[in-house]
């Protein structure tokens, strides 16, 4: 019962830490323009698919790979950024509409780019038994911990230590005072973006290994994205990894206990709840009220 | 340049007249999910109709099959709509395609209400064909895939401990309760049962209780991408038993992705290029060998899925102009209902219900990157 248990913990543990490697870069984009990216599902999907197809027929590995979607991603930068700035009023109900537009086109671009296959990096795995515990972990669900742990870390130390990082809370925070202060809030967006965007690209590298891509499988991930970032708040980059991995562990629970038809009942109440308790809070903070 | 557009435009239009000329036009309405979720699959479908409708026009020269083609986006409303601008606005004479039941449901109850008949290719849900609609045929039909799992597991494999985990679709349901039913007589402890929606991100917890049960035996109702997790988790939790897949298994991609990690899986198949119904090995071979060529990929059993539900369709329509009757939707259902052909599937025949009487599939096991019939032997 207990070893069942602490497999349970490192299951969730595993699928926390991939909800909240999902959910950084939507995280930061919303935070800093205000953006709430629907395409960003899209996104993680173009850098699966580059991670599956260089380390599928280039024979690369997965650092290097995630460091190759990652870059890639960035070209995502000017569309986020267009859309940042061509809104400026109601602009969540704005960036609504036109990443739902920019979701619909990728969808299209993909599945005449990569076919409707499913694709899935079937990597050699390590599996690490914990004999005496009653444990095992695989060499994937180590690397997923360990990837979102070290973005959360990176991403902290930078807000919290370096003038960068204090300026770029500064903006998110209220980007119009940090305008008064002095502080560059168009590069701060703009690193923001670039952040954000980069995580996208190691969420997408790391999606494809334990997960299947397809072109229509974005909603998914844009929902796990929002779920997270709006439970965590706005510009709160340390909750979103300890809430993913709450969350998860309720999904895994109640799964295990309960049956998995309960888990879809859960995530759909966890929706209402969060929308309703927080929801309004976030848009008001994000309109600089 | 207008008016060269315009020359241009009249140049093929009397082209495709004098192309026709002499020929009788049947225009045949193929829906079918091209994209969305399901695309994979109907793609497949849409690929089979395509090959028997363009061999048909190369045999043929008095009749012309007008194949209109549209995607229902792997969305039943849309499916729907398709359906209605087909038999309204474009006049088909018979609808084709179809993947899953609740695709393939609206499609029928709209053929069913113009009396227009369709022939489904990949439908199961036994609910269906409850009310009798006149106009609606299937060539698969559920018991073809529940009845050979259940002897299998009765007469075969003999598990002591079997999970059941299938999707919240009709047709994953209702083979999950005939399968159920079926073993509920014999020495099988079901001990596990789960019903899981499609694309379920993580199955841990699932294996999980596989493993506290000791399950010997996983017979999974899922899709394809759902195998692809599945079968990783299994790996990574060290579940041990012996996993079966109707659907999604036995597909070159399945394998593709696997590689040697679906070494030993079980799956099905009503065809394959080296699975197919005795007396039709030149038909096989021909139709593997021009689906090769035209699409540049292996065909799959769905394929043959879409490319026998349009020859019922061509085959019947023949029929009907030998008799010389005219190509009216209300005739063409007649003769679809008489159809009785051989196809490297089997025997193709409709009951009273429009579902197929002789409609099995085998199953098969990956062995060395191939698929190798296991039940029934013979």
Redesign the interface.
Known sequence: MVQ?FG??IV?ALS?GSLYAILAIGFSLIFGSTRVLNLAHGSFVILAAYIAYFIERYYSVGFIASSIVSSILSLIFLPVLEFIGSRTSTHKESFSLILTFGVALVL??FY?AMF??????L?SN?T?YNLTKLGL?I?S??LTIILSSLFTIIFLFVMFRKTMTGKALRATIHNDEAALLSGIPVKQMRLLAIGLGCFATGLAGSLYVR???V????DI?ITLIALLITLFAGRGKIRRVLINAWLFALI??IV??WC???WR?LLSSLFIIIVLMGRGEEILNNSSGK | MGKSVIFSLIVIFLIGQVAFCGQSIVSIGAINPL???L??H??EVDQGIRLAIEEANLEEKNLYFNLIRRDDK?LPEDAMNQAQQLITREKVVALVGGYVDTLVGPIATVAGKHRVPYVASASLESRLTETINPFFFRISHINGIAHPIIYFLKEEVKPKRLALVYA?TPGAMELSEKIRKGISEGSIFLVLE????P????F???L??CR?YNVDFIVSAMF??DH??LV?QM????VLAKYLGPWGIAYP?FIK???E?AEGLLGMLAWSPTIFQRDSEEESSRFTKNYSQRFGTEPTSTAMHGYISAKVIIDSVRRVVKSGHPVRSDILADFIRNTDMISPMGRIAFDEKGDPKYYSQTIVQIQKGSFVKVYPIK
Do not use: W
Not at chain 1, 115 to 120: E, K, L, N, P, V
Not at chain 2, 199 to 202: I, M, Q, V, Y
């Open positions: 069942g497999q349970i299951q699928l969808q299209s599945s076919s409707s296959d499913y694709r899935i079937y795995s599996i095992s695989s994937i669900q334990v997960s299947y397809h072109p229509a499988g998914e999904e895994t799964s295990y049956g998995a038809k879809e | 994209t969305g979720k695309a994979q109907g793609i792997s919240s789960e019903k899981l929606r694309g379920t991100p993580d841990s917890p699932f999980l209780k506290a394809l991408p692809l997790i990783k790996k990574e939790l060290n991609t992705e696997m590689g990690r």
